[in-house]
């Protein structure tokens, strides 16, 4: 079974740009969280997907929003790129449902880089 | 709310010695528990994980953990360490809130440095 698959891997962008940055779950998996990795900051949760809405959502910023396909696919997306949004950030799928989810096991992707100059 | 606190930011041992990476958890739910790890330039793969099953806990490449909630702690172990071992090690828990949902939080990290 195939892993979890990001795109891109790397990305430069400058101040101000938008940035989408996409994923796609394990086959079967309709649950797909973001994370945000940083230095400074460690791992910080961004938001998680299931079914096509949003069921949960880190504190960040409304410039970070995300989205999920009918296929599980989701996206997400920083607009008005700051230096501070660099960082990598990690992709996971579970399959999420119901009761069972705090205890799902998440597979993550291996990021995307993104460096904002 | 739900924490984890990894108690040592960097741990160093000679291979073929064991290994003892700690974490403690805060929770006003019955937790479950995690531990990833994660490789130089790649994403995080889990080595375990804890949920409300057995409290010794084995998971892959010799590693186990044991969940011990007298001392709200979630230790990761490992008799010998090898060299492919050096990596970042993440505990976490999941974060049951007031809604079923799959969201982990992040201990800060425990580099584990493996001497020859």
């Known amino acids: 079974k195939a892993g979890v698959t990001q795109t891109p891997r790397y990305l430069i962008k400058t101040r101000g740009q938008q940035v989408t940055l996409s994923c796609s779950p394990i086959s079967g998996h309709r649950s797909v969280s973001w994370y945000q990795q940083t230095p400074g900051q460690g791992l910080q949760f961004l938001f998680e997907y299931f079914s096509e809405t949003q069921r949960n959502k880190g504190n960040f910023p409304g410039r970070f929003s995300g989205r999920q396909f009918s296929n599980s696919r989701s996206e997400m997306n920083v607009s008005t790129l700051e230096l501070g949004d660099s960082a990598l950030y990690l992709c996971?799928?579970?399959?999420?449902?119901?009761?069972?989810?705090?205890?799902?096991?998440?597979?993550f992707g291996p990021g995307t880089r993104l460096t904002v100059l | 709310a739900q924490s984890v606190t990894q108690l040592d930011s960097h741990v160093s041992v000679s291979e073929g010695t064991p290994v003892l990476l700690r974490c403690n958890y805060s929770?006003?739910?019955?937790?479950?528990l995690f531990w990833y790890v994660q490789h130089p330039n790649k994403g995080l793969q889990l080595l375990l994980k804890y949920t409300s099953a057995a409290t010794l806990v084995k998971g892959i490449n010799g590693f186990e953990a044991e969940f011990k909630k007298s001392e709200t702690s979630f230790h990761l172990t490992k008799p010998s360490a090898h060299m492919s071992d050096a990596a970042e090690y993440f505990c976490?828990?999941?974060?049951?809130?007031?809604?079923?949902?799959?969201?982990?939080?992040f201990g800060q990290g425990t580099t584990l440095q493996v001497k020859p």
């Open positions: 996971a799928s579970s399959l999420g449902g119901g009761a069972s989810a705090p205890t799902d096991t998440q597979y």
């Open positions: 976490v828990v999941s974060d049951r809130g007031s809604s079923n949902t799959g969201k982990l939080i």
């Open positions: 929770s006003s739910y019955s937790p479950s």
